[in-house]
């Protein structure tokens, strides 16, 4: 495995100006800008049909600009897509690996694929099965793994060429909590060894170990800051959970929707997340609402975020 002091990018990692991808008259991307810099984990996230995944082929070389520029790992698309190719790992939630081949064979055909030397393949596939504390004979079946192990051996894949940036799409997607835990700390010792590593997920519990959190709808970036922030700057008022005490709290809810004192009223579960306007519209409430619902403050999460800004957006 390298460390970050082998890697030879200068600057950010990932670097975006003004992209926009336009497919006839409809903008998939427009006008993204952002950077990563080197050894970040930097979150993608969005609704389905947000331009995540038209961005990321950007990103690896896979899919010209319209408009804007881009680099990777210093290289940029005057260099080909083949150059940006050679500079990032990608691993997709499905597809990487080919379930009737076996554990070697895979690694073997991914190697050919990226025309790795054999001394170099040899050496690097074992540090890499290592890395993951793979224990299985190498002639198992990919169908016969655990999809927690079938995740990271994807992982391994993905890293055989040493990439600078590695993409992860929804790499947890379908697995146990356990094994999400233990895919996770994969993830954070990568970019401690100085590796760039950019995520896409639905798990919102997950985007919780970012550094930063990019957040896209309609293909514009809309968002983009720490967890921190963002949760602070979507919630600058506090946010109280409602929980329904009796059939009585339906109308009650229905009478508050359209009250101009509320900043957002949100259905979470049978339980609703509510943010008034200030602490005095806050109190002026309480009398509608204490007869129907236990009310508690609380933090909020990256899903209130999401919900608030992404979805709430697109209401």
Known sequence: MSDAKDLVTQGPAVEVRDLSVRFGDFYAVKNVSFSVPVGEIFGFLGANGAGKTTTIRVLCGLLE?????????????????????????????????????????NLDFTASLRKLAPEFYRERRQALLDFISFSRPLDTFVRDLPGGIRQQVSLAAALLHDPEIIFL?????????????????????????????????????????????????????????????????????????????????????????????????????IRYHVVARSAADWQSLLPRLENHFAIREITPSLEDVFIQVVEGGNR
């Open 65 to 105: 600009p319209s408009t804007g520029q881009v680099r990777v790992g210093g290289i940029g698309f005057e260099n080909g897509g083949e150059a940006i190719k050679r500079k990032v790992g990608y691993m997709s939630q499905k597809f990487t690996l080919y379930e009737d081949l076996t554990v070697e064979e």
């Open 169 to 269: 799409d929804e790499p947890t997607a379908g697995v146990t909590p356990a094994a999400r835990a233990r895919f996770w700390a994969l993830i954070r010792e990568l970019a401690s060894r100085g590796k760039t590593v950019f995520v896409t997920t639905h798990y919102m519990d997950e985007a919780e170990n970012c550094g930063r959190i990019a957040l896209m709808r309609a293909g514009e970036l809309i968002a983009l800051d720490s967890p921190a922030a963002l949760k602070q700057k979507a919630f600058p008022a506090p946010l109280y959970e409602l929980s329904p005490l009796d059939e009585t709290s339906a109308q009650a809810i229905a009478s508050l929707r359209h009250d101009p004192v509320l900043l957002s009223l949100q259905p979470y579960g």
